[in-house]
């Protein structure tokens, strides 16, 4: 079982940047793969980067590579999501998430979820 607690979100300029911390509970969190999605009123949750388990591979999807950056400290049991130069359309719930089987585009196939933190870009 693996708990985890997103916090770092907030209200930001455009071209401002945030961090997002996921903390994760649990001896276990060095085997699991840890994905960052987000979710805009009225839209599906969508993908915006994934770690594997050693952090040795990093995915981001298009609209944040290049701006977004990925980490993990398993001795601290956390993820990270540096965010820079947001957008507006950044704007939306951020969620962590833990797979035991390896990294993932789909939110389908993650086994556990934070509750989210909120993400608002002005422009």
């Known amino acids: 079982q693996v708990q985890l607690v997103e916090s770092g979100g907030g209200l930001v300029q455009a071209g401002g940047s945030l961090r997002l911390s996921c903390a994760a509970s649990g001896r276990t969190f060095s085997s699991y793969a840890m994905g960052w999605f987000r979710q805009a009123p009225g839209k599906e949750r969508e993908f915006v980067a994934t770690i594997t388990w050693s952090g040795g591979n990093l995915y981001y999807a298009g609209s944040v590579k290049g701006r977004f950056t990925i980490s993990r400290d398993n001795a601290k049991n956390t993820v990270y999501l540096q965010m820079n130069s947001l957008k507006p359309e950044d704007t939306a719930v951020y969620y962590c998430?833990?797979?035991?089987?390896?990294?993932?585009?789909?939110?389908?196939?993650?086994?556990?979820w934070g509750q989210g933190t909120q993400v608002t870009v002005s422009s």
């Open positions: 998430a833990a797979r035991s089987s390896g990294t993932s585009w789909s939110p389908r196939v993650y086994d556990y």
